[in-house]
């Protein structure tokens, strides 16, 4: 089966969430020893789970980091501050737990899966899996990042790691990337899939000059009109300016989404990576859990449109898939809720006084 077929076939197996568990979920917390609705967030959260996993009490055991890591063309037109070479050496450094995601994912036991879909520079890493579209995009200033068919390999490859972490039976991912030049890509993505200026949402990705922000706007804006890319086309996008980690990322929420596996985006690159999956289908939407608020400018514009909540805001803007295993905690807190706390009657609490707010919920 071709890319475009795996892609298409991997659509039509995203359903949406069994809602009967949720409606459960939602009576069994109304009985815990508390007053309604305190617990907040991790409520939801338990409920949401509910409706993926079909069951009222769950346990987030094995968690899976995957990482995508490619370079981006765009790189060679002055957009970061930081050299190509660091891709390489930084997706190393991950499987050595030295970057802050992976120290973290190391600290909470998650595990990391660093995948290479378009590192340019050479490297010595046989814990890096080798899933290599090709040595880096091209230039989306002068032409597009890649053809459609590498676009759709790359969303092919995401759907089969997620296909791989099912057969693992991991019962929570979380969607990180490592490339220079990915917030440039990213913000021309997010730029046409919504019609936004990249003036209004370009950001300073990993931290760039005054004179260097102003000439990312140029060439984002120069790039969607060289490119022409076709907004309600989301492969067309991705192959006219995203970039290799963007479209494995997709194919990574398409993939958990099909599996039924609840999956938490990161930080700006991922969350329009996931905005790029809802908008392929909506009910991906349904297995999304949004850690942390970027410091992104475009962060604000894809989290609403997909309707969620971040969890956390810490002033973080790494990417890496460093807002992962915090998330993964706090997952974790609300499946103890669901799980250990005790309900009214086994606290011995006569519950009576809270009849007229339950009337008029």
Request: proline share 3%.
């Given at each position: ?6 892609i ?17 979920a ?98 010595d ?114 192959s006219?300016?995203?970039g290799?980690?963007?479209a ?16 938490v ?39 609403e ?57």
């Amino acid at each position: 089966m071709d890319a475009k077929d795996f892609i298409q076939k991997t659509l039509s197996e995203i359903s949406p969430v069994n809602q009967e568990p949720v409606k459960e979920a939602e009576k069994y917390q109304s009985n815990l020893a508390m007053p309604p609705g305190s617990m907040g967030e991790l409520l939801k959260i338990g409920q949401k789970l509910a409706g993926i996993t079909g069951k009222l009490h769950n346990s987030l055991v094995k968690k899976r980091i995957i990482v995508l890591c490619a370079d981006n063309g765009v790189v060679q037109e002055g957009v970061s501050s930081a050299p190509q070479s660091v891709t390489a050496s930084q997706a190393v450094n991950m499987t050595k737990h030295l970057t802050g995601m992976s120290c973290l994912a190391a600290h909470f036991n998650n595990e990391i899966q660093v995948v290479d879909v378009g590192i340019k520079c050479d490297y010595d890493c046989p814990e890096i899996l080798n899933r290599k579209i090709r040595k880096g995009t091209d230039s989306i200033l002068h032409g597009r990042a890649m053809s459609l068919e590498e676009a759709e390999q790359a969303v092919k490859t995401g759907i089969e790691l997620a296909d791989m972490a099912a057969e693992d039976k991991v019962n929570v991912a979380g969607v990180g990337e490592m490339g220079i030049g990915n917030t440039t890509t990213s913000t021309a993505v997010l730029s046409v899939l919504t019609q936004t200026s990249p003036e209004k949402i370009t950001g300073r990705g990993g931290c760039i000059t005054d004179k260097m922000l102003a000439h990312k706007k140029e060439v984002i804006e120069k790039a969607i009109k060289k490119n022409k890319p076709d907004s309600s086309d989301v492969i067309d996008v991705l192959s006219c300016v995203g970039g290799f980690d963007l479209a494995a990322m997709c194919g990574v929420f398409l993939g958990c989404a099909k599996n039924r596996i609840p999956v938490v985006i990161d930080g700006y690159i991922s969350v329009v990576a996931a905005l790029c999956a809802f908008r392929l289908n909506k009910n991906v939407r349904d297995y999304l859990f949004a850690s942390h608020v970027s410091e992104e400018k475009g962060y604000k514009i894809a989290i609403e449109e997909l309707s969620l909540v971040p969890y956390l805001n810490l002033g973080m803007r790494l990417g890496e898939g460093s807002g992962c295993p915090l998330a993964f905690e706090i997952m974790d807190s609300s499946c103890v809720i669901m799980n250990d706390m005790a309900s009214f009657e086994k606290a011995r609490i006569n519950d009576s006084y809270l009849e007229e707010l339950r009337t008029q919920k």
